[in-house]
């Protein structure tokens, strides 16, 4: 997962940040511009691998009975795989986020903190996610299927490579989908970090859609289970 | 049973163990039926194309700007560029097909077939670069429209380039699939070559642009030569014979390689 950050950060974010003159809509460095969603694109692919590992133990390892079988009420047990899988990203991240909090100036700042909480409640929603597509995919095609257009629009449909304002001007019909995506919020509360005393409003944004989806994905795990 | 007759089935096995010509056809071929076996796939790639191309290359196009360079066209350089390093990943799906394979048992049934080693491993190299031609003539289509590139000898050039990086990235990508023994692994390894291999080439950014760290090694990138080489041939009309040959020797080195563990593997377990 390093690796994958590392090669976005240090060859795609550094090369376009070249590309790309300072100053351009109002960007003062379009490489400390990107540079959060490397690591938000990490999280992203870490925590849809949770929604992959429910899909093989559905139809690959056939691990429900077993899973059942454990002594923990079945509550418990959904949430815990939730838990489990924003626990993942976040370790997925951990050097991600402190080269990006090293970038903007607040590794030694209770912004790391705040970095760490917009990670993690981003990891929630996709974890939710992914979840929900993996109980309901019946086939690996489907679920691989399902995962890499929600990537794309996380990705390309986001305000992660370039700011509303262009895309109001040469693609005014997809602003309403790159203002509602959820990459756009969690990179957007990411940039506000660099200015200290925004306090945890840009985060506050997050956590109804995250909550929303990892209920989603709580449900869907009890209910594909027959719990 | 008479002498004549049992000659005659002697005859006819020895002509069902040796096809003549058709084994490594139908090897090929049966690699293509599998990427119309999987049309989801075939459609999520297709629209992730044209997202990055329709979408992500038209903004970001607005706000490059390279001052050595002012006429610089960065939509132009990364359509092309586009179409080469989807190439290179769609050609990387041989290898999770042979490891599968291997996984699941099919490679048992594969080797019971009245083909030769040689002809299996030929058509498999063979059916992953054509079926990934297949699968990128339709991009090349819209971007060879959409540049009004028009020349058919340009346009059979870079073909050309698209053909041989295919044929390539599949040798790699079946010599990675049969000496990594872990699925895990194997994952890893295969996804960090696939990124590296076209992040860190010239396929999507030109080398000026690059961090030093990069431009010093991204020009011997297979995918920079298939890229550059593409770019020439349908931008200037000239062909370059130092990229294609590159591309050939990258070719002959990793189909060599591909071959020879793939053979090993069959002949006698992964490390036997």
Not at chain 1, 33 to 38: E, H, K, R
Not at chain 1, 202 to 208: G, H, Q, R, Y
Not at chain 2, 236 to 240: C, E, H, K, L, Y
Not at chain 2, 251 to 257: K, M, Q, Y
């Given at each position: 997962?390093?690796?994958?950050f ?13 590309l ?6 109002g ?5 400390l ?6 690591n ?10 949770s ?8 139809y690959?390892?056939d ?6 079988s454990?002594?923990v009420?079945?509550?418990l ?10 626990a ?14 090293y970038?903007?100036g607040?590794?030694f ?12 409640l ?5 974890v ?5 597509f993996?109980?309901?995919a019946?086939?690996i ?11 794309l629009y ?13 895309v109001?001007?040469k ?29 945890f409003a ?7 859609p995250s ?6 994905g709580?449900?869907?795990y ?6 | 049973m ?6 005659a089935?002697a ?7 040796r ?6 056809f ?5 690699d293509?039926?599998t ?7 075939i ?9 990055q191309?329709?979408v992500?290359a038209?903004?970001?196009s ?9 006429t610089?066209?960065f939509?132009q ?13 769609i ?13 699941e048992?099919?490679?048992d ?16 190299a063979l ?9 990128i ?16 000898l ?37 996804a960090?070559?696939?990124l590296?291999v ?14 030093f ?14 890229a ?7 931008t ?5 014979i ?5 591309l050939?020797?990258f ?7 591909g071959?020879?563990f793939?053979?090993?593997k069959?002949?006698g377990?992964?490390?036997?």
């Open positions: 997962m390093f690796a994958n590392s090669i976005d950060l240090f060859i795609t974010a550094v090369t376009f940040g070249n790309i003159p300072p100053g351009t809509t960007i003062a460095s379009y490489f511009y990107i540079a959060p969603g490397s938000l694109v990490t999280a992203m692919v870490a925590a849809f691998q929604g992959r590992d429910v899909w093989r133990e559905k690959i390892k691990l429900t009975s077993y899973l059942l454990l002594p009420p079945r509550l047990l959904a949430s815990s795989r939730i838990a489990g899988g924003v993942r990203s976040v370790i997925a991240t951990f050097p991600g986020t402190i080269v990006i909090c970038l903007y607040m590794l700042d209770t912004r790391v903190l705040e970095a760490y909480l917009i990670v993690a981003f990891s929630l929603g996709i939710g996610l992914s979840m929900s993996a109980a309901f019946s086939s095609e489907v679920f691989v299927t399902v995962r890499s257009l929600v990537q996380l990705s390309f449909l986001s305000t992660l490579f370039y700011k509303v304002e262009v109001q001007e693609a005014p019909f997809l602003v309403p989908i790159v203002s509602s995506n959820p990459m756009t919020w969690a990179v957007e509360a990411f940039r506000e970090l660099k200015i200290s005393g925004t306090g840009p985060i506050s944004v997050l956590i109804a909550l929303f989806f990892a209920l989603l709580l449900g869907s009890l209910w594909y289970s027959k719990l | 008479s002498s004549s007759a049992t000659l089935n005859s006819n096995s020895q002509a069902l163990a096809p003549p010509n058709g084994g490594v139908q090897i090929a071929l049966r293509i039926q990427l119309f076996r999987t049309p989801w796939i459609i999520t790639r297709s629209l992730a194309f044209i997202i191309l329709f992500f038209t903004l970001i607005t706000l490059v700007h390279i001052s050595s360079d002012p610089f066209n939509f350089y990364y359509a092309i560029g586009s179409v080469v390093g989807t190439m290179a990943s050609s990387f799906v041989i290898g999770y097909d042979i490891f599968e394979e291997a996984e048992g099919v490679l049934y594969l080797l019971t077939l009245p083909v030769s080693r040689r002809q299996f491993i030929i058509g498999r059916g992953g670069a054509v079926r990934a031609m297949i699968y003539i339709p991009m090349f289509v819209i971007v060879a429209v959409l540049e009004n590139f028009t020349s058919p340009n346009l059979i050039a870079a073909v050309l380039d698209l053909f041989l990086l295919s044929f390539g990235v599949t040798g790699l990508s079946i010599t990675v699939a049969v000496s990594v023994r872990s699925a895990n692994r194997f994952d890893v390894v295969l960090l070559l696939e590296a076209s992040r860190a080439s010239t396929a999507l950014y030109p080398a000026i642009a690059m961090p760290y990069v431009a010093i090694l991204a020009p011997f990138s297979p995918v920079s030569l298939a550059g080489s593409a770019r020439e041939a349908l200037g009309g000239a062909i370059n130092a990229s294609l040959a590159g050939v020797a070719v002959v080195i990793f189909l060599g390689l071959a020879a793939y053979f090993r069959l002949e377990g992964v490390y036997a």
